[in-house]
């Protein structure tokens, strides 16, 4: 079962840019990997803003993009707002196995 | 309007048993994969495992295999998650996810949660 890595914290400022990032220990993460992304906010249930790679539901604001940056997962922010400020998680399907990243808690500062 | 409504909050023993539910609503629940995530006190989400409940076909994580069974039942449109013997390590938040039709790797709804904590 592979190991899944997310940047641990990231800080953005209001406005900017911040992409996140989901890397495969067997390897790089392609597009057969399904990537997934959800949100997390503290006492809310995680919020799926991203799947099969790029593919946004409904209730995803537009700022936010996914994608395959080089041999990772990435999600993109752009005109981080503060209500961004959460917790990032990353699911990627690998065969009979779905492993999430340990998560990435974005600040808004 | 597609809902996923778990069972409420749970106070339990070690060594006690225990079946929580996710309903599901506003879909057809028998073509959607419903996955269960564990996320303990502090922690990250954990991949516990996930059921196909038109044919019941589960599919679990190796940290879980053995130690939950996940079940659904058609009839009631609801999936469960259950324990034989709670240890004080099971305390967490448990929610059920679902997937978009068909394939299981991609994820819409999620339940609000239910809180299992086990304490003697």
């Known amino acids: 079962q592979p190991v899944v890595t997310q940047e641990p914290s990231l800080t953005v400022s209001p406005g900017g840019t911040v992409t996140l990032t989901c890397t495969s220990s067997t390897g790089a993460v392609t597009g057969g990997y399904y990537p997934n992304w959800f949100q997390r906010k503290p006492g809310q249930a995680p919020r799926t803003l991203i799947y099969d790679t790029s593919k946004k539901h409904s209730w995803t604001p537009a700022r936010f993009s996914g994608s395959l940056l080089g041999d990772k997962a990435a999600l993109t922010l752009s005109g981080v707002q503060p209500d961004d400020e959460a917790e990032y998680y990353c699911?990627?399907?690998?065969?009979?196995?779905?492993?999430f990243g340990g998560g990435t808690r974005l600040t808004v500062l | 309007e597609v809902q996923l409504v778990q069972s409420g909050a749970e106070v339990k023993k070690p060594g006690e048993s225990l079946k929580i539910s996710c309903k599901g609503s506003?879909?057809?629940?028998?073509?959607?994969?419903i996955a269960w995530v564990r996320q303990m006190p502090g922690k990250g989400l954990e991949w516990m495992g996930i059921i196909y409940p038109g044919d019941s076909d589960t599919r679990y994580s190796p940290s879980f295999r053995g130690q939950v069974t996940i079940s659904a039942d058609k009839s009631l449109t609801t999936a469960y998650l259950q324990w034989t013997s709670l240890k004080a390590s099971d305390t967490a938040m448990y929610y059920c996810a679902k997937t978009i039709v068909g394939a299981p790797y991609d994820f819409d709804y999620w339940g609000q949660g239910t809180l299992v904590t086990v304490s003697s």
């Open positions: 699911l990627i399907y690998n065969g009979d196995a779905w492993v």
């Open positions: 506003g879909y057809t629940f028998t073509t959607h994969w």
